[in-house]
C-alpha cells in the first residue's frame, strides 16, 4: 500500500521567502500526483496536477516537480505572502486501477507580515 | 465550475442517535468519497461510491454506513453516534482518475 510522508510538518516563515515543501512516495508506479491546499476548517482545492510522464508544473508563483524514480515531489513557492497560509498536502492515486488517493498528512503554513 | 455541498458546516449530536451526513454534486461525477479528518492523523477514507448504488469500504468504515440512490447524492450514516466519531467530515466527487473536487467539511461533535 502506497505511503505518502510530508516534509516539513509545520513552517512559519516571513513574507517574501521562497518556500520548498516536500512529499515522498513508496511506490513509483504512480499515474498522477495532486497537490491540495487547505484553509483553516475549510475542504481541499486543488492546485496542481503533474502526470506521470511530466516532470513539472507550474501555476502562477506555484512549481512542483516530480521525480517518480526517488518518489519525491517537491512544491516551490515563490515570494511567500501572508495569503499563503494554510495547509499543503499531496495526494498519489493508487496504482491498482480504482486511483483512490493516498494523502500525505500535510504541511501546515504560516507566513507572517 | 464543480460545486459539492456538504448540508451542514456545523452539526452537535447526542450519543446513540443516527446521524445523516449529506453530500450533493453539480457535476454528474461517478465517484464520491466520505473521509474523515483528525488532527494528527490526516484524512482517513471511510467509504467510497464507483457510481449509483455502489460502495466500497475504505480503510475506516466502522460505525459508519452510506447511500447514494441517485447519482449526484452521497450520504454518510452514523447508525448510533459515539463520541470518538467527533471530527471534521469531507465529501469528495471525481471523474477518474482527475483529482477529486471536495465540500467544505462538516464539522461533528458528539456529545
Known amino acids: 500500500k502506497q505511503e505518502v510522508t510530508q516534509i516539513p510538518a509545520a513552517l512559519s516563515v516571513p513574507e517574501g521567502e521562497n518556500l520548498v515543501l516536500n512529499c515522498s512516495f513508496t511506490?513509483?508506479?504512480?499515474?498522477?500526483l495532486q497537490w491540495f491546499r487547505q484553509d483553516p476548517g475549510k475542504g481541499l482545492t486543488s492546485l496542481l496536477l503533474?502526470?506521470?510522464?511530466?516532470r513539472e508544473q507550474t501555476s502562477g508563483r506555484l512549481n512542483a516537480s516530480l521525480d517518480k524514480s526517488s518518489g519525491r515531489s517537491t512544491l516551490y513557492i515563490a515570494a511567500s505572502q501572508p495569503g499563503d497560509s494554510a495547509t499543503y498536502l499531496c495526494?498519489?492515486?493508487?496504482?491498482?486501477?480504482?486511483?483512490?488517493?493516498?494523502f500525505g498528512r500535510g504541511t501546515s503554513l504560516i507566513v507572517h507580515p | 465550475d464543480v460545486k459539492v455541498t456538504q448540508s451542514s458546516r456545523y452539526l452537535v449530536k447526542r450519543t446513540g442517535e443516527k446521524v445523516f451526513l449529506e453530500c450533493v454534486q453539480d457535476?454528474?461525477?461517478?465517484?464520491m468519497f466520505w473521509y474523515r479528518q483528525d488532527p494528527g492523523l490526516g484524512l482517513r477514507l471511510i467509504y467510497f461510491?464507483?457510481?449509483?448504488?455502489?460502495?466500497e469500504k475504505g480503510d475506516i468504515p466502522e460505525g459508519y454506513s452510506v447511500s447514494r440512490e441517485k447519482k449526484e447524492r452521497f450520504s454518510l450514516i452514523l447508525e448510533s453516534a459515539s463520541t470518538n466519531q467527533t471530527s471534521m467530515y469531507l465529501c469528495?466527487?471525481?471523474?477518474?482518475?482527475?483529482?477529486?473536487?471536495f465540500g467544505d467539511g462538516t464539522r461533528l461533535s458528539i456529545l
Open positions: 503533474i502526470q506521470s510522464s511530466q
Open positions: 457535476m454528474d461525477h461517478e465517484n
Open positions: 461510491s464507483y457510481d449509483v448504488k455502489m460502495k
Open positions: 511506490d513509483s508506479a504512480i499515474y498522477n
Open positions: 495526494a498519489v492515486p493508487d496504482s491498482g486501477g480504482s486511483y483512490i488517493p493516498t
Open positions: 469528495a466527487s471525481r471523474v477518474s482518475p482527475l483529482p477529486q473536487h
